[in-house]
């Protein structure tokens, strides 16, 4: 005959249980505090976990699998042909390069157009800020175009330019080169900046601007001294929001096609001309996951801005 064996109070079953019992009926007003805590997120939490955490979990047993096409077995075959391969280095360095490129000019871009927005009284403003913000509204897929309808081979400023050169339009275009894809993701990335530095501009001290004219101090060395040390945060956070979304872009690239990137690599490996490299993809897809949600966690400690994880 086997004894039952109680369980102690400090085993994590009883703690669940007692955070169970303290959810479903509270005796004290912080557990019913917690209990509206819990009612309020659980609609989400719900979302998170179905669309969210399971498909991820899926993703990730689905990159080890042996098999192409059904989940068997165990294998790192995928990851280590991620890292020994140079056509997948090759991808990962482009990526990065070009996320880099387009953060660094989205932001230096970004920073004296909010800085004018806020601090000086600009006519129509109204209708500039919904001019500036309008690419936030706009799948990537749309700016690829507006970049053809723009740069293409009939493009409105290729013609422009093929008129005072006297050149062919043909080799003025730039749409589909790497510099066409460079001003599509600008186009969507500084309005994205934009919004972040704004938010930051409307803290700013300006008695602490004001004190240093008032000291001498020229409005350059004001904004340096004064102003960027207060909108640092908000620039961290426009950095972090405008190289993650780099990262993450598909619609532009999808169109323009100029620069192989990770996120394009990952649709390829999903076609018929890979063989529907499930597996693959989902290894791609893993570490794409795994590099954005640690370089936030990073970044985000170096920032007090809303930038969501």
């Known amino acids: 005959m086997t004894a039952e064996i109680e369980p102690t109070a400090n085993t994590p079953w009883v703690r669940v249980r007692a955070t169970v019992e303290a959810l479903v009926r509270p005796t004290s007003e912080r557990e019913r505090e917690r209990r509206r805590i819990v009612a309020l997120c659980l609609p989400f939490l719900t979302l998170l976990s179905v669309s969210g955490i399971v498909p991820l979990a899926e993703m990730l047993r689905m990159s080890v699998s042996e ?85 293409g081979n009939t493009g409105i400023v290729t013609n422009v330019f093929a008129v005072l050169s006297g050149r062919a339009p043909t080799e003025l275009a730039t749409a589909t080169g790497v510099a066409g894809l460079f001003f599509a993701y600008l186009y969507s990335m500084i309005p994205r900046a934009l919004l972040l530095l704004r938010g930051t501009y409307a803290e700013v001290n300006t008695d602490a601007e004001e004190a240093a004219r008032s000291l001498g101090a020229t409005p350059f060395e004001t904004f ?77 400690r170096y920032t007090s801005a809303e930038v969501s994880i």
């Open 224 to 300: 340096r001294y004064v102003t960027f040390q207060q909108i640092k945060p908000g620039v961290i956070g426009a950095v972090i929001l405008v190289f993650r979304t780099a990262l993450a872009i598909f619609g532009t690239i999808l169109i323009l096609k100029s620069l192989l990137v990770w996120t394009l690599q990952i649709n390829r490996e999903l076609g018929a001309g890979n063989g529907f490299n499930i597996a693959g993809a989902s290894a791609m897809a893993t570490v794409w996951f795994a590099c954005v949600f640690g370089f936030t966690l990073l970044a985000i």
């Open 67 to 151: 098999k192409r096409l059904v989940t068997a077995g165990f294998t790192l075959f995928h990851y280590e042909q991620l890292v020994t391969d140079p056509y997948y280095r090759t991808i990962a360095f482009n990526t990065l390069w070009f996320a880099v490129a387009t953060t660094v000019a989205s932001v230096a871009v970004a920073i004296p157009v909010a800085h004018a927005l806020e601090k000086y009284e600009l006519p129509g403003k109204p209708i500039l800020l919904t001019v500036l913000s309008f690419p936030n509204s706009l799948p990537g897929i749309v700016a690829a175009f507006m970049i053809i309808v723009l740069l």
